[in-house]
């Protein structure tokens, strides 16, 4: 596509319950990155998919939260069990390679509202 | 590891007034560094980058940076801003393989 789409972009959810965020990202782009960004915060780093493996999770908070790529598109974000502490925008990006030189496109993000 | 950090959280300015939003990062590496604008409501953009060569880089927008390897500085600079730039803009930095790392933000604020 011509941008990178996240769906949904609003999710309300119960404490509890699994949720599970999608981003689909430039058709191309070989690296996908997850962030989380809290009520005035800044961007928090989740993890990177280079194709559909995964060399950097280290962002994930917990394992309550999961990450899965299919080749070289589509990405799923699970968070399971949800807590309030997991409100926030997930913002989804791609880039043509995992070498910066080209910047991130951002999707719009999902805003998740845990309650 | 690299760190960015924004001095600032808000930035009010009147309309027409230059502007300048401070960027300082921290890195044992050779880096890029980036600065993101996010409207309100709308995701992030790429404004400008610094990857090599000149260190002044022009963006979008009429936005400007500077590249100070000395001070370990990305000022971002515009001339005369405009209503329109209200929104919240995000230095960062990345080594040359790896992930980018985000400033926590700075809004600015247009007065009229």
């Known amino acids: 596509g011509a941008g990178v789409s996240q769906s949904p972009s609003n999710k309300v959810t119960e404490k509890g319950k699994d949720v599970e965020l999608r981003c689909d990202p430039i058709?191309?782009?070989?690296?996908l990155y997850w962030y989380r960004q809290r009520l005035g915060q800044g961007l928090e780093f989740l993890i990177y998919f280079q194709g559909n493996s995964a060399p950097d999770k280290s962002g994930l908070p917990s394992d309550r939260f999961s990450a899965e790529r299919t080749g070289e598109s589509v990405s799923t974000l699970t968070i399971q069990r949800t807590q309030q502490e997991d409100s926030a925008v997930y913002l989804c990006?791609?880039?043509?390679?995992?070498?910066?030189?080209?910047?991130?496109?951002f999707g719009s993000g999902t805003r998740l509202t845990v309650v | 590891a690299q760190s960015v950090t924004q001095l600032d959280s808000q930035v009010p300015v009147f309309e027409e007034a230059p502007v300048e939003l401070r960027c300082n990062y921290s890195?044992?590496?050779?880096?890029?560094l980036f600065w993101y604008v996010q409207y309100p409501n709308q995701g992030l953009q790429l404004l400008l980058k610094y990857l090599s060569g000149s260190t002044l880089v022009k963006g979008i927008n009429g936005f400007e940076a500077e590249f100070n390897k000395s001070q370990t500085s990305f000022h971002l600079r515009k001339p005369s801003v405009h209503i329109s730039d209200t929104a919240e803009y995000f230095c960062?930095?990345?080594?040359?393989?790896?992930?980018?790392?985000f400033g926590k933000g700075t809004r600015l604020h247009i007065l009229p």
């Open positions: 058709s191309g782009h070989t690296a």
């Open positions: 960062a930095v990345s080594p040359r393989d790896d992930k980018i790392i």
């Open positions: 890195s044992s590496v050779s880096v890029y």
């Open positions: 990006a791609s880039s043509l390679d995992e070498v910066v030189t080209y910047g991130y496109t």
